[in-house]
């Protein structure tokens, strides 16, 4: 089973940017559709973006979309979520997550079997 571990998460000021990265062991990485979602305290888990096994396809949510772009680099089971523009809103902590599906990427989180432990985003205003 695939082992994943979250970093770079921090405090920002709003408007500034942040990348989080995570890094995946014990599994074939380029196997697997990656996803980035994120929760604050009192509401569900909240999909931000995904992207396919070999990198062509990305999906984002629209409260991020043209902010946030993620990225993998297979060579080092590695996924990344580039944060600009950000909004005391995005404030959460942020999990990486692994889907072993053969269908296309997704935001439904049923669909992700192993999640990394989270990183906390915090955006002051």
């Known amino acids: 089973q695939v082992h994943l571990v979250e970093s770079g998460g921090g405090l920002v000021q709003a408007g500034g940017s942040l990348a989080l990265s995570c890094a995946a062991s014990g599994y074939a990485f380029s196997s697997l559709h990656m996803g980035w979602f994120r929760r604050t305290p009192g509401k569900a888990r909240e999909f931000v973006a995904a992207?396919?096994?070999?990198?062509?396809?990305?999906l984002y949510a629209d409260s991020v979309k043209g902010r946030f772009t993620i990225s993998r680099d297979n060579a080092k089971s590695t996924v990344s979520l580039e944060m600009a523009n950000l909004k005391p809103e995005d404030t959460a902590i942020y999990f990486c997550?692994?889907?072993?599906?053969?269908?296309?990427?997704?935001?439904?989180?049923?669909?992700?079997?192993?999640w990394g432990q989270g990183t906390q985003v915090t955006v002051s205003s």
């Open positions: 997550a692994a889907d072993y599906s053969i269908l296309q990427p997704t935001e439904n989180e049923y669909a992700y079997a192993v």
């Open positions: 992207i396919s096994r070999n990198g062509e396809v990305t």
